[in-house]
């Protein structure tokens, strides 16, 4: 392929010839996108034909498929389910033959259902990948989805999580979900970058701990990675997980990957137990954006902390506003070090006790929160893949493919 990048819109193109004809498609973002196109439509040419795809549920199977350097199966999967659950009556009409009046009802239905307006966007953004893959394929001439319009969002900011009812998650949490909140909470993390944190990824050069981590942004390019310091009460929680290079640092129940619907409804358990409002883990970093901006440091770091690349998405952060990071993440163990026993009052071993501070005869020590057994990561080396209803996995039924 001859790779070409417009000095003008410095975009990419793929140019390459195929018994005797020359093919040529314009308009990709990445060179990575182009060698894909052109991968996908030379396979088409090898079975003799030029419509790319004769059917939507065939373009979808295509679209799933392509590009496996940065899809994941547990994303493909997750589309597949929506496509099926939304989009099933377009699954053997011709690409050409879709307008934006098959699309526009589906959503539509989804708001007199109820659905929330980042329902709507999630299927809306959802389609219009497909159709864009459609588009780079030369399968149609233009996404029919595109000109929908997003459905209004609240402006609401996402409210930080409170310093007390933290501390009280903490200290009522079980092992596994209390090494992860005192983590998210004392570096600012996302629950993707904590999900995919790996023992490989965590270093200790003297006193200072630092893990890389790493984000789910990785469309086109590079992961995004940054360089985090752990304070001391993150590496308590971090150093006993630690395990071969490969292993992750937070697992699930069953010694698999973090599932977040999972984790976040054991959360919304907790803190039913605990008689405080549901709360998320985003809440939780949050609460570090709050903490960080209320030093009176410049947008600039605490973006740098928090792993934005655009200030302008700091501002949601900056509830209460760079010596250098680790200043930060050391008033941020400062700030959360102290965690009164007598504040967590929870449903303990069928018990309730507040000012014991005794759960199933382990005496909680709230400030080191070093209860924590060695290795509370795997019950068993054989463990079952579930989904967050505990049911074991079933497939999807086939629609695409």
């Given at each position: 392929m001859t790779e070409y990048r417009d000095k003008t819109t410095h975009q990419y193109r793929y140019d390459f010839t195929y018994r005797g004809h020359r093919y040529t498609k314009r308009g990709f973002e990445t060179k990575t996108a182009a060698r894909d196109a052109e991968h996908d439509y030379k396979r088409l040419l090898k079975k003799g034909r030029t419509d790319p795809f004769q059917s939507f549920r065939e373009m979808v199977g295509a679209f799933l498929t392509s590009s496996q350097r940065t899809k994941r199966a547990d994303w493909c999967y997750q589309l597949e389910v929506k496509l099926n659950k939304a989009f099933p009556h377009l699954a053997d009409l011709h690409p050409r033959t879709i307008t934006r009046g098959h699309i526009e009802p589906v959503l539509d239905r989804m708001a007199r259902d109820g659905s929330s307006p980042r329902s709507q966007n999630e299927y809306r953004k959802i389609i219009n990948a497909v159709f864009n893959y459609g588009v780079a394929m030369g399968a149609l001439e233009t996404n029919p989805a595109a000109g929908i319009p997003k459905a209004p969002e609240?402006?609401?900011?996402?409210?930080?999580?409170?310093?007390p009812h933290l501390q009280q998650l903490i200290l009522a949490a079980e092992p596994r979900l209390r090494a992860l909140l005192?983590?998210?909470?004392?570096?600012?993390?996302?629950?993707?970058?904590?999900?995919?944190?790996?023992?490989?990824?965590?270093?200790?050069?003297?006193?200072?701990?630092?893990?890389?981590?790493?984000?789910?942004?990785?469309?086109?390019?590079?992961?995004?990675?940054?360089?985090q310091?752990?304070?001391?009460?993150?590496?308590?929680?971090?150093?006993?997980?630690?395990?071969?290079d490969d292993d992750l640092i937070f697992t699930g129940a069953s010694g698999g990957a973090l599932v977040y619907r999972t984790e976040l409804g054991s959360l919304h358990r907790l803190c039913e137990r605990i008689e405080v409002p549901g709360y998320s883990f985003h809440q939780v970093r949050h609460w570090a954006g709050m903490v960080a901006t209320s030093m009176g440091k410049s947008k600039k770091a605490v973006a740098l902390f928090l792993g934005q690349q655009d200030t302008g998405a700091t501002e949601r952060y900056m509830h209460a506003v760079e010596p250098e990071l680790w200043a930060v993440a050391q008033h941020l163990e400062a700030e959360l070090g102290a965690i009164p026993e007598v504040a967590a009052v929870a449903q303990m071993g069928g018990v309730k006790t507040g000012v014991s501070g005794v759960k199933n005869g382990v005496n909680l020590d709230a400030a080191g929160c070093n209860q924590m057994t060695a290795n509370v990561r795997k019950s068993s080396q054989f463990c079952l893949e579930r989904w967050p209803s505990g049911r074991r996995r079933t497939p999807a039924k086939r629609v695409w493919g």
């Amino acid at each position: 392929m001859t790779e070409y990048r417009d000095k003008t819109t410095h975009q990419y193109r793929y140019d390459f010839t195929y018994r005797g004809h020359r093919y040529t498609k314009r308009g990709f973002e990445t060179k990575t996108a182009a060698r894909d196109a052109e991968h996908d439509y030379k396979r088409l040419l090898k079975k003799g034909r030029t419509d790319p795809f004769q059917s939507f549920r065939e373009m979808v199977g295509a679209f799933l498929t392509s590009s496996q350097r940065t899809k994941r199966a547990d994303w493909c999967y997750q589309l597949e389910v929506k496509l099926n659950k939304a989009f099933p009556h377009l699954a053997d009409l011709h690409p050409r033959t879709i307008t934006r009046g098959h699309i526009e009802p589906v959503l539509d239905r989804m708001a007199r259902d109820g659905s929330s307006p980042r329902s709507q966007n999630e299927y809306r953004k959802i389609i219009n990948a497909v159709f864009n893959y459609g588009v780079a394929m030369g399968a149609l001439e233009t996404n029919p989805a595109a000109g929908i319009p997003k459905a209004p969002e609240s402006d609401a900011e996402v409210k930080p999580i409170p310093k007390p009812h933290l501390q009280q998650l903490i200290l009522a949490a079980e092992p596994r979900l209390r090494a992860l909140l005192i983590f998210l909470s004392q570096t600012g993390a996302r629950f993707i970058e904590a999900a995919r944190l790996r023992s490989s990824e965590v270093t200790k050069a003297g006193a200072r701990p630092a893990c890389i981590l790493r984000t789910r942004k990785n469309r086109g390019g590079g992961e995004r990675k940054r360089l985090q310091p752990l304070t001391t009460l993150a590496w308590s929680v971090v150093e006993p997980l630690i395990g071969a290079d490969d292993d992750l640092i937070f697992t699930g129940a069953s010694g698999g990957a973090l599932v977040y619907r999972t984790e976040l409804g054991s959360l919304h358990r907790l803190c039913e137990r605990i008689e405080v409002p549901g709360y998320s883990f985003h809440q939780v970093r949050h609460w570090a954006g709050m903490v960080a901006t209320s030093m009176g440091k410049s947008k600039k770091a605490v973006a740098l902390f928090l792993g934005q690349q655009d200030t302008g998405a700091t501002e949601r952060y900056m509830h209460a506003v760079e010596p250098e990071l680790w200043a930060v993440a050391q008033h941020l163990e400062a700030e959360l070090g102290a965690i009164p026993e007598v504040a967590a009052v929870a449903q303990m071993g069928g018990v309730k006790t507040g000012v014991s501070g005794v759960k199933n005869g382990v005496n909680l020590d709230a400030a080191g929160c070093n209860q924590m057994t060695a290795n509370v990561r795997k019950s068993s080396q054989f463990c079952l893949e579930r989904w967050p209803s505990g049911r074991r996995r079933t497939p999807a039924k086939r629609v695409w493919g």
